[in-house]
């Protein structure tokens, strides 16, 4: 390797045990792909992201009920509609971020979600990096976080929802 792409290498965003930290005055966002959050915060947001979503489909299907799904369009069909599609890629949107930043507690990249579409592995994947407890010490993506109160009783709650999914996946195949 030639001296100037050893030494871009070895500097900057290209060194690969760089450590991302944040200013210890910021806080840390919900829609961002920056830090680390633990176990619980994870599936609590996991939980409330799919709670978004439910409520977005809630008025398409409750009118989709109500009127019968041969009906032409209307109004109401179309704005309930287009609030399902936005809940739903906000909700998509931060699974996103928020799955990266669990890899991030778990000292992965970002990228590793990429095993969460291989069929079988993915949901063995998913289950992995949703349960298992990250490291209490600091590692290249920041220091640890610990959740608040809320977060505590919505994340075990969202374990409890993520257990029961896959063993209803599990018994029906």
Request: hydrophobic share 50%; proline share 4%.
């Amino acid at each position: 390797m030639s001296a100037i792409a050893s030494d871009v290498m070895s500097s900057g965003a290209y060194r690969l045990e760089q450590t991302i930290d944040a200013p210890p005055s910021s806080k840390e966002k919900l829609m961002s792909i920056e830090g680390r959050i633990g176990v619980l915060t994870y599936n609590a947001r996991y939980f409330g992201f799919l709670m978004l979503m439910l409520i977005g489909f809630a008025p398409m299907m409750g009118y989709m009920a109500i009127v019968g799904e041969g009906e032409p369009a209307t109004v109401p069909m179309i704005v309930s509609s287009l609030l399902a599609i936005v809940c739903a890629v906000v909700a998509m949107y931060g699974l996103v971020l928020n799955s990266a930043k669990r890899l991030h507690d778990l000292d992965f990249g970002g990228l590793h979600m990429v095993w969460g579409y291989v069929p079988i592995i993915g949901g063995l994947w998913m289950l992995y990096y949703s349960l298992k407890p990250g490291s209490e010490e600091r590692n290249r993506f920041g220091a640890a976080r610990s959740a608040t109160g809320i977060e505590k009783v919505v994340g075990y709650i969202g374990i409890t929802f993520i257990v029961l999914l896959v063993f209803s996946a599990l018994v029906s195949a």
